[in-house]
């Protein structure tokens, strides 16, 4: 091409952009309408996936049936479907479209291990306690599927120009997935990142997570008989006991935020033996990295301590996973927040508002709370967005460690009884029911019409990335997790 050609050509090029542009200026609220209206006649679809998936209730790095489901919901669909990736056979990315910009949605799907599994409003402690979707991520995984399905309706009809892809991304709740396939290379090359969660309230997400780290400490010691002859023993429980109450020791003098909880995952087979193995699985969790891995390595010597005191061996400490402070964005925060408040949030029927009404009634808190004096049982309201990003946490999230390198946008909608806590029973409850159904659907809407700003509005990607680049700049990244480690095979 000569100069002038070439001139031409890129004067040419910039007209058709903007008249691209300004052609979308006047459609998107209709586009945002056409999506929000593939997932209300797709509405029985959607649900009927969550109620299968509710109904497996697979914990981490065992969905397999929950992962297929949503694969086979999206290649129905068209999608491209990679499986298996980041060496974690559940974990997939499911791709439609070609080009800038690329917006990519987060499902999770995993369950939580000791909690009941039950879609009875009262009380079924004791049901069966072996796993339950006590956080939602059944109507979390169904949701986001939901929202780059009616994305990829869009792009297929030509509405609009770029990439959706959809990331499967397993056991979120031992915090394994995100971060393994971030360590893979995925999510980093993507414009932008959106997600949901299951929650009491209808809010747009503009607040940290806590850091923590994820690991096992074991123990081997000698076996022998406890009675005949247990000066020939030593015994790895010892060592487990004498680490924790070390660790109560500790606690006192960590910051307040810091959080350390942790369980037994082999303590002995029966008590005339000396336990000959035992192991402990910890999670380390405080407001920033640095201060949990400092705290990390505090309990680590605890453990190697409790070694020698014991005359055992800490034969392996393991850290499994690790999740870092979540980074907000406001330029998304924003763009969610107007898409929430245009979209709506879910309306509730008076079974539906009595179903919650009963679990928050039959769900006993210890101190004697009552759940109903708000005398709200499902929230129906839109929380205004915070004006400051709260840099302080309760939970952690693998979701964080991708907000530190693309910008992160994300929203909860309520889901289950005011108030209630989560991973409890109410919570698993309220997510197999029509009211996981309305909450996922909501999701699915506010995060397609997100999308689509994203895709149609070159400002908003532009101050997203400016607000990302703000806030991570003066941050340094630091993991706990060897080089080279791939994600673990089982999170029991
Ligand atoms: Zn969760």
């Given at each position: 091409?000569?100069?002038?050609?070439?001139?031409?050509?890129?004067?040419?090029?910039?007209?058709?952009?903007?008249?691209?542009?300004?052609?979308?200026?006047?459609?998107?609220?209709?586009?945002?309408?056409?999506?929000?209206?593939?997932?209300?006649?797709?509405?029985?679809?959607?649900?009927?996936?969550?109620?299968?998936?509710?109904?497996?209730?697979?914990?981490?790095?065992?969905?397999?049936?929950?992962?297929?489901?949503?694969?086979?919901?999206?290649?129905?669909?068209?999608?491209?479907?990679?499986?298996?990736?980041?060496?974690?056979?559940?974990?997939?990315?499911?791709?439609?479209?070609?080009?800038?910009?690329?917006?990519?949605?987060?499902?999770?799907?995993?369950?939580?291990?000791?909690?009941?599994?039950?879609?009875?409003?009262?009380?079924?402690?004791?049901?069966?306690?072996?796993?339950?979707?006590?956080?939602?991520?059944?109507?979390?995984?169904?949701?986001?599927?939901?929202?780059?399905?009616?994305?990829?309706?869009?792009?297929?009809?030509?509405?609009?120009?770029?990439?959706?892809?959809?990331?499967?991304?397993?056991?979120?709740?031992?915090g394994i997935g995100k971060v393994y396939m971030l360590r893979d290379g995925m999510f980093k090359n993507d414009d932008a990142i959106l997600h949901w969660h299951a929650g009491d309230?209808?809010?747009?997400?503009?607040?940290?997570?806590?850091?923590?780290?994820?690991?096992?400490?074991?123990?081997?010691?000698?076996?022998?008989?406890?009675?005949?002859?247990?000066?020939?023993?030593?015994?790895?429980?010892?060592?487990?006991?004498?680490?924790?109450?070390?660790?109560?020791?500790?606690?006192?003098?960590?910051?307040?935020?810091?959080?350390?909880?942790?369980?037994?995952?082999?303590?002995?087979?029966?008590?005339?033996?000396?336990?000959?193995?035992?192991?402990?699985?910890?999670?380390?969790?405080?407001?920033?990295?640095?201060?949990?891995?400092?705290?990390?390595?505090?309990?680590?010597?605890?453990?190697?301590?409790?070694?020698?005191?014991?005359?055992?061996?800490?034969?392996?400490?393991?850290?499994?996973?690790?999740?870092?402070?979540?980074?907000?964005?406001?330029?998304?925060?924003?763009?969610?927040?107007?898409?929430?408040?245009?979209?709506?949030?879910?309306?509730?029927?008076?079974?539906?508002?009595?179903?919650?009404?009963?679990?928050?009634?039959?769900?006993?808190?210890?101190?004697?709370?009552?759940?109903?004096?708000?005398?709200?049982?499902?929230?129906?309201?839109?929380?205004?967005?915070?004006?400051?990003?709260?840099?302080?946490?309760?939970?952690?999230?693998?979701?964080?460690?991708?907000?530190?390198?693309?910008?992160?946008?994300?929203?909860?909608?309520?889901?289950?009884?005011?108030?209630?806590?989560?991973?409890?029973?109410?919570?698993?409850?309220?997510?197999?029911?029509?009211?996981?159904?309305?909450?996922?659907?909501?999701?699915?809407?506010?995060?397609?019409?997100?999308?689509?700003?994203?895709?149609?509005?070159?400002?908003?990607?532009?101050?997203?990335?400016?607000?990302?680049?703000?806030?991570?700049?003066?941050?340094?990244?630091?993991?706990?997790?060897?080089?080279?480690?791939?994600?673990?095979?089982?999170?029991?």
């Amino acid at each position: 091409m000569t100069k002038i050609n070439r001139g031409l050509g890129l004067l040419l090029g910039a007209l058709l952009a903007t008249a691209a542009w300004s052609s979308y200026a006047a459609d998107v609220t209709q586009l945002k309408k056409d999506a929000a209206k593939w997932v209300d006649s797709n509405t029985k679809t959607l649900e009927a996936a969550n109620r299968k998936i509710w109904t497996y209730a697979e914990v981490g790095l065992e969905e397999h049936k929950s992962s297929k489901e949503l694969q086979d919901l999206l290649k129905a669909n068209g999608f491209k479907v990679q499986a298996g990736v980041a060496g974690m056979p559940t974990a997939f990315v499911a791709t439609f479209g070609e080009g800038g910009p690329v917006v990519g949605i987060l499902a999770e799907f995993d369950a939580l291990l000791g909690v009941s599994q039950s879609d009875s409003p009262t009380a079924s402690v004791g049901a069966n306690l072996e796993s339950g979707h006590a956080c939602g991520h059944s109507i979390f995984g169904v949701g986001s599927v939901g929202a780059a399905i009616a994305v990829k309706q869009l792009i297929a009809s030509g509405a609009v120009r770029g990439t959706i892809k959809l990331y499967g991304t397993p056991a979120e709740e031992t915090g394994i997935g995100k971060v393994y396939m971030l360590r893979d290379g995925m999510f980093k090359n993507d414009d932008a990142i959106l997600h949901w969660h299951a929650g009491d309230k209808n809010q747009v997400s503009y607040s940290s997570s806590k850091a923590l780290i994820n690991a096992k400490f074991h123990f081997k010691g000698v076996a022998a008989h406890a009675s005949a002859a247990p000066s020939s023993g030593r015994s790895a429980l010892d060592a487990v006991e004498l680490m924790s109450v070390g660790v109560q020791y500790m606690r006192e003098h960590i910051k307040q935020e810091a959080r350390i909880h942790s369980v037994i995952t082999k303590g002995g087979g029966q008590p005339n033996v000396v336990p000959q193995e035992a192991e402990t699985w910890y999670y380390v969790r405080a407001n920033n990295f640095d201060d949990a891995y400092l705290y990390f390595n505090w309990v680590r010597e605890i453990a190697e301590s409790a070694a020698k005191m014991t005359k055992t061996e800490l034969d392996a400490v393991t850290i499994q996973s690790e999740t870092h402070d979540m980074l907000g964005n406001r330029p998304l925060a924003e763009a969610l927040q107007r898409n929430f408040a245009m979209l709506g949030q879910p309306q509730w029927t008076a079974a539906e508002l009595a179903f919650a009404a009963t679990t928050q009634r039959e769900f006993k808190d210890p101190f004697g709370f009552d759940y109903t004096k708000a005398g709200i049982s499902l929230s129906s309201n839109l929380e205004p967005l915070r004006d400051d990003f709260e840099p302080a946490g309760q939970a952690s999230t693998d979701v964080a460690d991708i907000s530190w390198f693309v910008p992160v946008g994300g929203i909860r909608v309520a889901s289950h009884g005011y108030g209630l806590p989560m991973h409890s029973w109410p919570v698993v409850a309220a997510t197999g029911t029509t009211i996981g159904t309305k909450a996922l659907a909501t999701a699915s809407k506010v995060l397609a019409a997100t999308a689509i700003d994203l895709y149609t509005d070159p400002k908003l990607l532009d101050a997203a990335k400016a607000d990302f680049k703000k806030v991570r700049v003066p941050l340094t990244w630091r993991t706990a997790i060897p080089e080279g480690q791939m994600a673990p095979k089982s999170v029991r």
